[in-house]
């Protein structure tokens, strides 16, 4: 089955640097991959995702990477707010599966 | 609309009883998961319901957590003879369709075994 490792476990930023968290997967059938933002106490939100057909996308601060070939992909917040403290966790499937397999997740930490 | 919602939030209960934790999907959607995420740790999946098709029930720790969906909606997950490492939030999860991928997930309802 899919395995999905993601690092840093903890980070901290000073508010307005960005950051950086990536993610590898196994399983190279997987073509979804799901980034979700966990705020203490509350449940996951997605944030942004990717299908395989394409490299990058952006949303405004929030953008991600895919490279197939290495089977890894990028979270990158750029501009960091206080807002953005959070456990970030990456997510891996494949359109015939749906079955999500998550990172252990990244703790953000942005320092005012 | 409504999110998903769980019920009930909070569930305290004495080692080798009986629990059951009920979701209830955003309507209209098709697609029904369960994780499980213990104290600081990552999402587990337990158990994955599509339609009227078999239940994806790969990730169930042991043959004393179960889950079924009634008439395609609510769902129940039930764990038997709890255990203190059955401790943890179970989260519920639905999507709109096969295909559509985003999950939606509900507040989780926060397990403690004594």
């Known amino acids: 089955g899919e395995n999905v490792e993601q690092h840093p476990s903890t980070l901290s930023v000073q508010e307005g640097d960005s950051a950086v968290i990536k993610c590898t997967y196994s399983?190279?059938?997987?073509?979804?991959f799901p980034w979700y933002k966990q705020e203490l106490g509350k449940r996951p939100q997605l944030i942004i995702d990717?299908?395989?057909?394409?490299g990058e996308k952006k949303d405004q601060r929030i953008a991600v990477t895919l490279n197939k070939t290495a089977k890894h992909f990028s979270l990158h917040i750029t501009e960091t707010q206080p807002e953005d403290s959070a456990v970030y966790f990456c997510a891996a499937s494949d359109f015939g599966n749906e079955k999500l397999t998550f990172g252990t997740g990244t703790r953000l930490t942005i320092i005012p | 609309g409504a999110g998903v919602s769980q019920s009930p939030s909070n569930k305290v209960t004495e080692k080798g009883k009986d629990v059951e934790l009920r979701c209830d999907p955003i309507?209209?959607?098709?697609?029904l998961y369960w994780y499980r995420q213990s104290l600081g740790q990552g999402l587990e999946f337990l158990i994955y319901?599509?339609?009227?098709?078999?239940?994806?029930k790969s990730g169930l720790p042991s043959d004393r957590f179960s889950a079924e969906r009634t008439g395609g909606s609510v769902s129940t997950l039930t764990i038997q003879r709890t255990q203190q490492e059955d401790s943890a939030v179970y989260l519920c999860?639905?999507?709109?369709?096969?295909?559509?991928?985003?999950?939606?997930f509900g507040p989780g309802t926060r397990l403690t075994v004594t």
């Open positions: 990717i299908r395989s057909n394409v």
């Open positions: 399983d190279s059938a997987s073509n979804y």
């Open positions: 999860a639905s999507s709109l369709a096969r295909g559509s991928y985003e999950q939606y």
């Open positions: 319901f599509q339609g009227n098709s078999a239940p994806d």
């Open positions: 309507s209209g959607h098709t697609a």
